[in-house]
């Protein structure tokens, strides 16, 4: 299997001049963090010529529980995103590519696997399975190799939220009990604390500079989309991925994050 490494102008990149791309498609979250050895991690330089390569993974590709995200379309990443506590997989499509912005950090020290991958300058990630690979400049990756697919993700079961929508506003902060519920807003500089428990949403939006605090083991399932804008975060208390599982079901579009965004959760896509 040859993996390819292409100029600058061979992949068509989404989000390009500074708007934001949702990721599409399935997200999956692990079930427990990876520590794997990336082996030899270097500086990438812009290549100015395609060449290919013969080399494998230098580790095994990591089952299902070890990855932080599953993508079955594109996976994009905004300016200064960070994806920690596992692997990252996109689905074996062939245009099918995964975009990490400027100064983002994608799975290091683990596993990034796409058919394409897009690095903006400064990007660093784990060692890298692709078919197709743009580098920007002053990258900190692990070896490129071929592309291998990740595991297949499996179908959560469905979601089914309520109607009464629940915000927070500007600069204001909540408590909110495990329940049903419609659309959720946590507005700028806003703070939604998550007691615990099940919760299931319409929809879940967290605005500029807001804050998703889960501050007990906590399931939310979400039968639309999810936003965080810029500035924005989703952490447990407990620093442990596993306390936070979120299920998302939008057709289109389920998660859009914007620049700067925190999240420590344990993800899927409910949508079929």
């Not at 990490?100 to 897009?118: C, K, M, Y």
């Not at 692709?130 to 079961?157: E, K, L």
């Not at 089914?160 to 629940?166: D, I, K, L, N, R």
């Not at 049903?180 to 939006?205: K, M």
């Amino acid at each position: 299997m040859r993996a390819a490494v292409a100029n600058r102008g061979a992949v068509v990149l989404g989000g390009e001049g500074g708007q934001r791309e949702a990721w599409r498609g399935t997200v999956l979250a692990a079930l427990s963090a990876l520590a794997l050895a990336s082996g030899a991690v270097g500086c990438s330089k812009r290549s100015d010529d395609v060449t290919e390569t013969q080399s494998a993974l230098t580790v095994p590709v990591p089952p299902i529980t070890q990855f932080a995200v599953l993508a079955s379309r594109n996976a994009s990443f905004d300016d200064r995103t960070r994806v920690t506590g596992g692997s990252v997989g996109v689905a074996s499509t062939s245009t099918n590519t995964l975009t990490a912005g400027f100064d983002t950090h994608i799975g290091e020290g683990q596993v990034v696997l796409s058919p394409r991958v897009v690095l903006k300058d400064r990007a660093a990630t784990g060692e890298i399975g692709t078919n197709s690979f743009t580098p920007g400049v002053n990258n900190v990756t692990g070896p490129v190799s071929a592309y291998v697919a990740p595991p297949t993700q499996p179908t959560p079961g469905t979601i089914t939220a309520g109607s009464t929508p629940v915000s927070v506003p500007i600069n204001g902060s909540r408590t909110l009990a495990a329940g049903s519920y419609g659309a959720v807003l946590v507005d700028n500089n806003g703070t939604l604390n998550l007691s615990g428990g099940l919760y299931q949403f319409a929809s879940l939006t967290v605005n500029a500079a807001s804050h998703l605090n889960v501050l007990a083991s906590t399931t939310v399932r979400v039968s639309g989309n999810v936003t965080g804008l810029d500035r924005s975060t989703f952490l447990p208390s407990s620093g442990n991925a596993s306390g936070f599982r979120l299920i998302v079901g939008g057709a289109t579009n389920a998660v859009t994050l914007g620049n700067d965004v925190q999240m420590k959760a344990l993800w899927s896509h409910a949508a079929t």
